[in-house]
C-alpha cells in the first residue's frame, strides 16, 4: 500500500474515538505485552506446512474462542498458524488491519460504522461476540451504586455516567436505551474515565453510574452495585458487540486464508459454548483474570452469523445521534461468505 494512502489512514483513524472494549486490553492484563504467551506459533507439529497470519485483539474475555481454538488445535487443522499479537488498545488495531500489518483484527462494531463512515477499507469477515440476550447479565452494562436513585435507564437522565470513550458504543446504545424507557436521551452527561477505574470512581461518588464490561461490572457488584441498564439487550435481541473484519486488500489478495479462518472460527465458537469450564480457564491466561473473577464474569455468546437486523437498528441509532454523518452502508460493511 502506497505511503499517501497509510497517511490517509492513520488520520482518519485519529478521529475515531476507541471502542467500549478497547480500554479493556489494558486493563485485563495489567500488562503491556505485544504478544500473548506462546501465541507466536501454532502448538501443532509441521507449522511449516500452515500458513501464519497475524491477528491483532485485545486481551479480554470476549475473545476466548480463538485462545481456545488454538489450543485445541482447530485453526492448524484448517491450516493456519496465528501470530496472535496484543494490542495496547484499540486504537492501535484498525490501521495496523488497514496498512497490511496485520491480516485481521477485532473491533467493537461502533467503530467499525464510524471507521467506515471515514472512508476507510474494512470488510467485516466473522462475528465477534454477542449479548447474551439477559438483561441484568449481560457482559456490558450500566452498574450504579444502590443508593444513587437510579432503578431503570430513563432515571440516568441528569446523572454522570463514565464512560471508557466518548461518541462511540457507550453513548449510542445508553442513549437508545434511555429513549426507550422514556427519558430525554439529550440530557445525558457522559464522563470519560478508563474502565479499571470506574470501580473506584463510583465507589468515591465521582460519577453516579457507569457503563461496564467484564471483570469490572463483576468487581462493581461485588462492591455493592447494582445494574441499572442493559443497553445492549434494549437494542436488539442477539446484538452483536463485535466483529473480526479485515481490508479490502487482504480479502482479495487472501482470500483463501480469509475463508480457512472463517471456517476455524465458526469450530472454535461451537467449542466455546459448549465449554464453559474452558473458557473461564483460559482467560486466567491472556486475559489474566483471577480465579475468583473468573469463576463469576459473565460468559459471552459467540453467534457465527452477523444480525444484519441489529446491526442496521445500530447504525440508525448511530446517525441519529451524530455519531456517524451518513446513513451506514450494512452491506458494504459486510464480505461475502
Given at each position: 500500500m502506497q505511503n499517501n494512502s497509510q497517511a490517509f489512514t492513520r488520520?482518519?483513524?485519529?478521529?475515531i474515538s476507541l471502542s467500549a472494549v478497547s480500554a479493556v486490553a489494558l486493563a485485563a492484563c495489567g500488562q503491556g505485552s505485544p504478544s500473548a504467551p506462546g501465541s507466536s506459533a501454532s502448538?501443532?507439529?509441521?507449522?511449516a506446512n500452515l500458513t501464519k497470519i497475524t491477528l491483532g485483539v485485545l486481551p479480554i474475555t470476549d475473545v476466548a474462542p480463538i485462545y481456545l481454538g488454538q489450543k485445541q488445535g482447530i485453526f492448524a487443522k484448517h491450516g493456519l498458524e496465528l501470530d496472535i499479537q496484543i494490542a495496547q488498545g484499540g486504537a492501535a488495531i484498525l490501521p495496523a488491519v488497514t496498512t497490511g500489518e496485520y491480516v485481521i483484527g477485532y473491533s467493537n462494531v461502533v467503530s467499525l460504522l464510524i471507521a467506515q463512515d471515514?472512508?476507510?477499507?474494512i470488510k467485516v469477515v466473522h462475528n465477534g461476540s454477542s449479548s447474551t440476550n439477559k438483561a441484568g447479565a449481560d457482559v456490558t452494562e450500566v452498574a450504579a451504586k444502590a443508593d444513587?436513585?437510579?432503578a431503570s435507564p430513563k432515571d440516568l437522565v441528569g446523572k454522570k455516567i463514565a464512560v471508557n470513550a466518548l461518541n462511540n458504543f457507550a453513548d449510542i446504545t445508553i442513549r437508545n436505551a434511555v429513549k426507550k424507557d422514556?427519558?430525554?436521551?439529550t440530557k445525558l452527561s457522559f464522563v470519560e474515565i478508563p474502565y479499571p477505574q470506574m470501580p473506584a470512581a463510583i465507589d468515591r461518588g465521582d460519577v453516579d453510574a457507569a457503563w461496564t464490561t467484564?471483570?469490572?461490572?463483576?468487581?462493581?457488584l461485588e462492591a455493592g452495585g447494582k445494574i441499572v441498564a442493559s443497553p445492549m439487550t434494549d437494542m436488539a435481541q442477539n446484538f452483536d458487540s463485535?466483529?473480526?473484519?479485515?481490508?479490502q486488500q487482504s480479502l482479495t489478495d487472501k482470500a483463501d486464508v480469509i475463508t480457512k479462518f472463517r471456517a476455524a472460527l465458526d469450530e472454535s465458537f461451537d467449542y466455546a459454548n459448549a465449554n464453559e469450564a474452558a473458557f473461564?480457564?483460559?482467560?486466567?491466561?491472556?486475559?489474566?483474570v483471577t480465579p475468583e473473577l473468573a469463576k463469576k464474569v459473565v460468559m459471552s455468546k459467540w453467534n457465527k452469523k452477523v444480525n444484519q437486523d441489529a446491526l442496521k437498528t445500530l447504525g440508525a441509532a448511530a446517525k441519529e445521534f451524530g455519531v456517524i454523518s451518513n446513513e451506514p452502508n450494512i452491506a458494504g460493511l459486510l464480505a461475502e461468505s
Open positions: 488520520r482518519a483513524f485519529g478521529a502448538s501443532a507439529s509441521g507449522s471515514k472512508g476507510l477499507p444513587k436513585g437510579i422514556g427519558g430525554d436521551p467484564e471483570p469490572f461490572r463483576t468487581q462493581i463485535a466483529f473480526f473484519f479485515t481490508s473461564r480457564e483460559i482467560i486466567q491466561d491472556y486475559a489474566k
